[in-house]
């Protein structure tokens, strides 16, 4: 079963009263809220507790700025929303290893979640990155990036997927609704990121 998930359809997203500072932010933000309605979130039910959410947005910057932002990886938390952590340690065979740390509120506590995933680099197509050991029972995605063109300008189409087998101790629905909410939060975030990042470099 596959459910489309749009910034309008989610109440949490718009409502004053959100856990997150952020969220507020966004939809205090018009220019924000507007990109935010335009980020695609798929849901599809892989199984009983097993569920892949995938999130799509265009952003009009060629596929290098973005993969530049994308493998900043420790500076990821300095504006990526609900993620405390994230740094580079060892590899056993010389791989890229990364430990992420995502806290936030959910149902009025702290939830926190770790996750030490291993990752593949395949320039300039797409990052695959999968958990080896963490607060998930299973916990492996994907960035995808693919160029487009409208006439002179370039830009890439972004995309997001994880696959997520929450722990019996985590209701499979509120993390379903939780991490839907965050991969359209990220992509927004990105977006910004890139169009910072680009609009800081000097014209050739």
């Known amino acids: 079963m596959i459910k489309e998930q749009n ?3 989610n109440p949490d997203f718009q409502s004053p009263n959100d856990d997150t500072n952020l969220e507020g932010d966004l939809t ?3 220019d924000i809220a ?6 695609e979130v798929q849901i599809q039910k892989i199984a009983e507790r097993q569920r892949q959410i995938s999130a799509k947005v265009q952003i009009p910057q060629p596929v290098e700025q973005i993969w530049k932002v994308l493998t900043d990886y420790e500076a990821l938390p300095d504006f990526l929303p609900n993620l405390a952590k994230s740094r580079l340690i060892e590899h056993p065979n010389g791989g890229i290893r990364l430990e992420q740390v995502g806290s936030q509120r959910l149902l009025n506590f702290n939830f926190s ?3 030490v995933l291993d990752l593949e680099e395949c320039f300039p197509k797409e ?3 999968r958990m080896v050991e963490g607060d998930f029972k299973g916990f492996s995605g994907s ?3 693919e160029p487009y063109s409208l006439g002179e300008y370039v830009g890439t189409n972004l995309c997001y997927t994880i696959q997520v087998w929450p722990k019996l101790t985590m209701p499979v629905g509120i993390i379903e609704n939780r991490l839907s909410k965050d991969l359209r939060l990220n992509l927004v975030a990105i977006h910004q990121r890139v169009e910072e990042l680009a609009s800081k470099e000097p014209y050739v």
């Open 113 to 115: 979640a770790r996750v």
């Open 143 to 145: 960035w995808c990036l």
């Open 34 to 39: 507007a990109l935010a309605a335009k980020v």
């Open 7 to 9: 910034a309008t359809e």
């Open 28 to 30: 205090a933000d018009a």
């Open 127 to 129: 990052i695959n990155f």
